[in-house]
């Protein structure tokens, strides 16, 4: 997917759109631009982009309405780019559906990393929608997790895992690509939100990765330490 990708870049400042588009087509990504917020919706409504770089302002319709708008026709993933950091625009961003967020000013590089993972990302998501009649149901290669049933599959063999050890997988796997810190992992899948050992997250995924690779290799691979953070959830093919 990422050497045919086509990328919209959107700012109103032409030096910028100029520089991310010489680091982005050397990564062999199809470049579009566009200068203010009505040109940045109508051509994201019209062509199927597999990333939006959206600046947040902008002539005629900031970001956060094109991203507003755009969210109501399609579910294209947006990286909105700002000179203002402060928390409360994050959160407004992310609040009409933007994946992620890059301020101003930024490394050329750094993008093109943020590109790479998005993509990485959808493309992984697409995995997540292949039975369309349970929400609830996460099938990827080699693994398939059923949350209704609390029931996991790795190569069509059924693994059998601590309701602990299976909600640490799910969460992980729900969200493909993005990392996640050992305090958060504890936050969210133990509640614990001021007290609790981080060693508990590293001796149930060490667990979970034994038990998966008991049965698929493949599997057991898809979760990924992420040295210095924490843990992600990977989607191997192969």
């Given at each position: 997917?990422?050497?045919?990708?086509?990328?919209?870049?959107?700012?109103?400042?032409?030096?910028?759109?100029?520089?991310l588009?010489?680091?982005?087509?050397?990564?062999?990504?199809?470049?579009e631009?566009?200068?203010?917020?009505?040109?940045?919706?109508?051509?994201?409504?019209?062509?199927?982009?597999?990333?939006?770089?959206?600046?947040?302002?902008?002539?005629?319709?900031?970001?956060?309405?094109?991203?507003?708008?755009?969210?109501?026709?399609?579910?294209?993933?947006?990286?909105?780019?700002?000179?203002?950091?402060?928390?409360?625009?994050?959160?407004?961003?992310?609040?009409?559906?933007?994946?992620?967020?890059i301020?101003?000013?930024?490394?050329?590089?750094?993008?093109?990393?943020?590109?790479?993972?998005?993509?990485?990302?959808?493309?992984?998501?697409?995995?997540?929608?292949?039975?369309?009649?349970?929400?609830?149901?996460?099938?990827?290669?080699?693994?398939?997790?059923d949350?209704?049933?609390?029931?996991?599959?790795?190569?069509?063999?059924?693994?059998?895992?601590?309701?602990?050890?299976?909600?640490?997988?799910?969460?992980?796997?729900?969200?493909?690509?993005?990392?996640?810190?050992?305090?958060?992992?504890?936050?969210?899948?133990?509640?614990?939100?001021?007290?609790?050992?981080?060693?508990?997250?590293d001796?149930?995924?060490?667990?979970?990765?034994?038990?998966?690779?008991?049965?698929?290799?493949?599997s057991?691979?898809?979760?990924?330490?992420?040295?210095?953070?924490?843990?992600?959830?990977?989607?191997?093919?192969?």
């Open positions: 997917m990422s050497e045919e990708a086509k990328v919209l870049v959107v700012d109103d400042e032409e030096r910028i759109r100029r520089l588009k010489l680091y982005l087509s050397r990564e062999g990504y199809e470049i631009e566009a200068a203010d917020g009505e040109e940045a919706l109508e051509k994201a409504l019209e062509q199927d982009f597999d990333v939006i770089l959206l600046d947040l302002m902008l002539p005629y319709k900031d970001g956060i309405e094109v991203c507003e708008q755009l969210r109501e026709r399609k579910a294209t993933p947006v990286i909105m780019l700002t000179a203002k950091g402060e928390e409360s625009n994050r959160v407004q961003g992310f609040e009409v559906g933007a994946d992620d967020y301020v101003k000013p930024f490394s050329p590089r750094e993008v093109v990393l943020r590109v790479k993972a998005l993509l990485r990302r959808a493309s992984a998501t697409k995995y997540l929608e292949t039975k369309p009649d349970s929400q609830n149901v996460l099938v990827f290669p080699h693994l398939t997790i949350k209704d049933a609390h029931r996991v599959l790795a190569d069509d063999v059924e693994v059998n895992l601590t309701p602990k050890e299976y909600e640490l997988l799910y969460y992980l796997a729900k969200t493909p690509d993005k990392v996640f810190d050992r305090e958060e992992l504890l936050k969210e899948v133990w509640e614990y939100e001021f007290f609790g050992d981080l060693r508990t997250v001796t149930h995924v060490k667990r979970l990765r034994e038990k998966l690779n008991k049965v698929s290799e493949n057991a691979r898809m979760i990924v330490t992420v040295w210095g953070v924490g843990y992600k959830f990977e989607v191997v093919e192969g």
